[in-house]
């Protein structure tokens, strides 16, 4: 099967594109949010419920499959790289969660940052790195037993952290007269973030692409390509 591009649009529902087909995806999520492949599934979550709803690609086309329980004001959700494990990033209750992707189940779980922002899975599957939004800090985690590896002091509130080429890119929330988006990287095993450029604005996406390039922006009036 292709890969395809998801799309969660709070009013509009859940689609997929690929080169060949776009589509709406039927799904009975009111509000669906954080759209999360997972191998040969597919997941995602429902802001107004706390739900997970658990998809399947059979006889042409993308099915629900079920749900299961989803911990309050998820934020972000992320799947192994085998797509056996589901992490549930909560901003309401400041924790991270691991999932059994086949049944649902919750297995780990750890305290993660205050309002938790964001959650990223390392490529070998090794490391999770959550945003730990208000706390200031960038923090490690094991996986999936989510035991703490390290923290990472990080100036302002961290919004997005990513897994670059020999270390972590971070976006910070950060106030010098007015709020602006700091861009900063941390090398290999260090503990303290390199200030990298200032984007106006309030944090926007951060992504690293296979190719060690990283992309950054600052709400919709400023951007990096790094």
């Known amino acids: 099967m292709q890969p395809v591009i998801w799309i969660a649009d709070k009013e509009l529902g859940l689609f997929f594109w ?9 799904c009975a999520l009111s509000c669906p ?26 006889d042409g086309a993308w099915k629900a499959e079920g749900e299961f329980p989803a911990p309050p004001g998820l934020e972000c959700m992320q799947a192994s790289p085998e797509g056996g494990w589901l992490y549930l990033l909560s901003g309401e ?10 049944t649902g189940e919750l297995v780990y779980g750890n305290a993660a940052g205050v309002y938790p922002r964001s959650v990223r899975v ?3 599957g090794k490391l999770l790195a959550v ?57 290999g095993s260090r503990t303290l973030m390199e200030e990298v450029l200032m984007l106006p604005g309030l944090p926007g996406t951060l992504t690293a692409l296979p190719d060690g390039t990283v992309l950054a922006t600052g709400d919709s009036t400023g951007g990096a390509l790094l």
């Open 18 to 26: 690929s080169r060949e087909d776009f589509r709406r995806v039927e």
């Open 33 to 58: 949010h954080a759209p999360c492949p997972a191998g040969p599934q597919f997941f995602c979550a429902c802001k107004k419920k706390d739900v997970v709803q658990r998809f399947l690609y059979w």
């Open 93 to 102: 209750a400041d924790s991270l969660h691991t999932i059994a992707a086949a």
């Open 122 to 124: 390392h490529p070998n």
């Open 131 to 187: 945003a730990g939004g208000a706390a200031g800090e960038v923090i490690l985690f094991q996986a999936p037993t989510l035991k703490l590896y390290r923290r990472i002091s990080v100036p302002g509130i961290a919004c997005q952290t990513v897994f670059a080429e020999g270390g972590l890119a971070v976006l910070c929330a950060v106030e010098d007269g007015e709020v602006q988006t700091l861009l900063g990287f941390v090398g």
